[in-house]
């Protein structure tokens, strides 16, 4: 399975055929849930073939919501009762790698041109990347400057690695499914090809993961500042319970299907701004910072993973940052049925790196 960045990177300049199987299948293993979701192309459309969602809790006798590690095993059985819930037909599929299993990072080098930059980075990477650089695939990118660095030697790369053991792992995976390997990717990537409408605005993504909240800064399609704090949703159940003193299982329940009640909605609220008072901070730190060295503004926030579908969440995150709030809807890149829009507007923005890794192959 080929780790490839700056093909990944290219996902939006043209496309391109998956073989003949039209179906195309996009799997993102988060860290309290399982996510597939698969799409067809026609001649006039890319459709929605099906989706699904297992959560991993009960795999590893732990409640849903709960964060785990399956083994490889634990893994096999995830997938495959997900694709079989879900009614997956396709083989084709492209896994999202979860940033916990990889590395990202901008790095700025002084450096003339492309060829001295390319020569830099094995020795430049050994000072950001934590492991032997023989233990990972590694790629980078060079970022296109700022107009007020046009007439110096700074220049950003995204550097990126996964390690071999978690490529192995994947590859194996994909393969006791039957999947054949489209290239891997990581799930930053993923969610950007789902979100990004406007290839000439830049564009700012708050991901609410179950374990991590992640910022991401785009211009155009590239991604140009990564900012992750292991803080997520997981946590706020945790919270939650705490509060009102009851188990984990009935916080959760009381977060996915009760928050707005009288009777919670202001206990939901406290845990949820009590849990991402810190990762929003940082997040706020992190635009400023881009704002000033590159002068450009932002207009919204788009809002994705399983945190986007809390109550109160967009109202909360566009008075933290001042700007409107979009929990986006990946689906809305495809066709579907209309019978299924309330559905997916709920649903959506927790599907966004597995639509986002299931459009690769039309779109790179």
């Known amino acids: 399975m080929a780790f490839d960045l700056k093909n990944t990177l290219s996902f939006l300049k043209r496309e391109t055929s998956i073989g ?45 919501g709960a964060t785990v590690k399956l083994d490889h095993d ?37 450096a003339k041109d492309s060829v001295e930059v390319a020569k830099m ?8 990347i934590p492991i032997p650089l023989n233990e990972v695939a590694l ?45 891997t990717e990581i799930e930053t990537f993923s969610a950007i090809r789902a979100v990004v409408e406007n290839l000439e605005a830049p564009s700012l993504i708050i991901d609410l993961g179950a374990s991590m909240s992640k910022l991401y800064i785009i211009k155009g399609t590239t991604l140009q500042k990564l900012h992750r704090v292991k803080v997520g949703g997981e946590q706020i159940t945790k919270h939650l319970a705490d509060l009102k003193n009851i188990t984990f299982e009935e916080a959760e329940i009381i977060k996915r299907q009760m928050a707005s009640s009288e009777e919670h909605a202001r206990d939901v609220k406290t845990a949820m701004t009590a849990t991402l008072e810190r990762p929003f901070q940082e997040f706020q730190r992190v635009i400023r910072q881009y704002q000033n060295e590159s002068e450009i503004k932002f207009s919204s926030v788009y809002v994705i993973g399983g945190g986007a579908q809390l109550d109160q969440i967009s109202e909360y995150i566009s008075e933290v940052f001042s700007l409107p709030a979009i929990i986006h809807n990946p689906f ?8 299924m829009e309330d559905v997916l507007d709920e649903l959506g923005s927790s599907f966004a790196v597995a639509t986002g890794a299931a459009l690769r192959p039309y779109l790179e």
């Open 20 to 64: 003949g199987d039209d179906r195309s299948v996009g799997i993102d293993i988060g860290a309290s849930a399982i996510k597939v979701v698969e799409l067809r192309k026609t001649n006039s459309a890319i459709t929605l073939s099906t989706y699904g969602e297992l959560q991993l809790g009960p795999y590893s006798d732990q409640p849903t």
């Open 121 to 128: 980075i094995p020795v430049e990477a050994r000072k950001y």
């Open 332 to 339: 809305s890149k495809v066709a579907y049925p209309a019978f």
């Open 74 to 110: 634990q893994s096999i059985k995830a997938l495959v009762d997900v694709i079989r819930e879900a009614g997956v037909a396709g083989k084709n599929g492209v896994l999202a790698v979860p940033l916990a299993s990889s590395f990202l990072t901008t790095i700025s080098l002084n």
């Open 139 to 183: 790629d980078w990118y060079e970022l296109e400057q700022n107009a007020k660095d046009s007439k110096s030697e700074k220049r950003d790369v995204l550097l990126a690695a996964i390690q071999n053991d978690s490529l192995t792992h994947y590859q194996r995976l994909m393969s006791a499914v039957g999947m054949h390997g489209q290239p």
